[in-house]
């Protein structure tokens, strides 16, 4: 989630899509669907135009971006059924119930811890 209304929270909405394609991924290696929501879509006063939020999502592995509003509710059911109409076509063709070797996990895979996350 970001603000509409403030550029400097899409940074941070990349650091965290970073922070979780680091940390978990699917069986194939993939980054798990995430959809961005692009909050505050009832105010006035957006700054970041649709086509830098296109651009945005592609770049950093995100399905899409759905305009929404905490204060409204609106685009909320849109984001989860997006959000669930992209997980069933990625993993469709994906066996979450064999593992490929024994020493890998099924379903979604944590990667190992590193030092640096200590810290946070």
Do not use: C, Y
């Not at 929270?9 to 979780?20: F, V």
């Not at 135009?49 to 995100?62: I, M, R, S, Y």
């Not at 204060?71 to 990625?90: H, K, M, Q, W």
């Amino acid at each position: 989630v970001f603000d509409l209304t403030r550029l400097s929270t899409l940074e941070s909405a990349r650091k965290w899509r970073q922070d979780i394609n680091e940390k978990v991924v699917l069986p194939d290696g993939e980054p798990i669907p995430m959809i961005l929501l692009a909050n505050k879509s009832d105010v006035a006063d957006v700054q970041i135009p649709k086509e830098k939020l296109d651009a945005f999502v592609q770049d950093h592995q995100f399905l899409g971006w759905v305009a929404t509003s905490a204060a409204t509710g609106s685009g909320i059911e849109e984001a989860f059924g997006s959000l669930v109409d992209g997980i069933v076509t990625i993993t469709k063709d994906m066996d979450f119930n064999t593992p490929k070797s024994p020493d890998s996990s099924m379903g979604v895979k944590l990667k190992p811890r590193t030092p640096k996350d200590k810290d946070r």
